[in-house]
């Protein structure tokens, strides 16, 4: 709800309108003043996405607990309720974009001994020196040391491709690179593949009855759900690294995750098409099984890539 300070000019300045009250009767724009506040631009901002006039978490709840609910009323012409897919989706991918360099890192602790790895007398062989400090002879160790001195792009890396081609890169350190990779690279591929995506729901209904549109609005909701769920792991990964070094939280929660999202699906596409179970069970299988091959093909390409450009 907007508290702008209304101009004393009864004229509209986006189509220069004589304006009575508070909106131009001709083109609906508010006939406020031009020049804010910062305090009101952040406010405006915070409220236009997280507020949406009280349909921001009615939009969420749906998304989250009743699949296929959501692109169902939104198509019967309950517009106003929710928040619009497409503003929807761009909020949930900025929230996931931006959450991975808010999420403070707590690696720092102890620093000198992760840098090192080992007892300070201790000679560590085939291992680098960076900036005349312990020498040092993995990628980890080298993540350590760039969180302090920040070393330039450049720096960083050359030391990671000598650390790499001496051979030094363990088993931990290319699980947590893959595993990065992964997190980084989810929402773009998820991103790419939506028109396909919808393109192969469509293609699977009555063309009769259904549009690419539908197609599409369902594919956006699903694919934010998606990102949302991604979105809640990794806040609840994050978490439990707080309090337990180890992966079998962390597997549980992705189990549960992917878990979810399978269940989620197969919900929704027969709450919203409407079809008997076992057929809609048939198409959604086949739907589900097409899609995971090709967003395997899209991620592995994407994984390629990215381990292309990082050496």
Not at 105 to 127: A, Q, R
Request: hydrophobic share 40%.
């Amino acid at each position: 709800m907007s508290h702008q300070k209304l101009r004393k000019d009864k004229t509209c300045l986006n189509c220069n309108y004589v304006v009575e009250n508070k909106y131009c009767p001709n083109c609906g724009q508010e006939n406020t003043e031009t020049r804010q506040s910062f305090h009101y631009l952040f406010t405006h901002f915070i409220e236009d996405l997280t507020h949406y006039d009280g349909s921001f978490w009615k939009t969420i709840k749906a998304l989250l607990f009743r699949p296929g609910r959501l692109t169902k009323e939104y198509l019967e012409g309950k517009r106003l309720k929710y928040v619009p897919p497409v503003k929807l989706y761009i909020f949930i991918s900025f929230v996931t974009f931006l959450l991975p360099n808010l999420l403070p890192d707590y690696s720092f602790v102890n620093t000198k001994t992760e840098i090192t790895g080992l007892d300070e007398n201790k000679k560590i062989p085939e291992g680098i020196t960076v900036n005349n400090g312990p020498s040092i002879n993995s990628i980890e160790q080298l993540d350590s040391i760039q969180k302090i001195e920040k070393l330039s792009w450049l720096e960083y890396h050359t030391y990671k491709f000598t650390l790499k081609s001496k051979g030094k890169a363990s088993k931990a350190e290319s699980k947590r690179e893959i595993k990065e990779n992964f997190k980084h690279n989810l929402p773009k591929v998820l991103f790419i593949y939506m028109p396909l995506f919808a393109l192969f729901l469509w293609l699977f209904h009555n063309k009769k009855k259904w549009y690419y549109f539908d197609s599409g609005v369902f594919t956006l909701h699903y694919f934010s759900f998606l990102l949302l769920l991604f979105t809640i792991s990794m806040v609840l990964e994050w978490l439990s690294g707080l309090v337990y070094k180890g992966d079998v939280i962390s597997g549980f929660i992705g189990i549960a995750t992917l878990a979810y999202a399978f269940f989620y699906f197969f919900r929704a596409h027969s709450s919203f098409f409407g079809e008997k179970k076992y057929i809609s069970r048939i198409k959604g299988l086949i739907l589900f099984f097409i899609n995971i091959f090709l967003i395997g093909i899209f991620m592995l390409a994407l994984f390629v890539y990215s381990v292309y450009t990082t050496h």
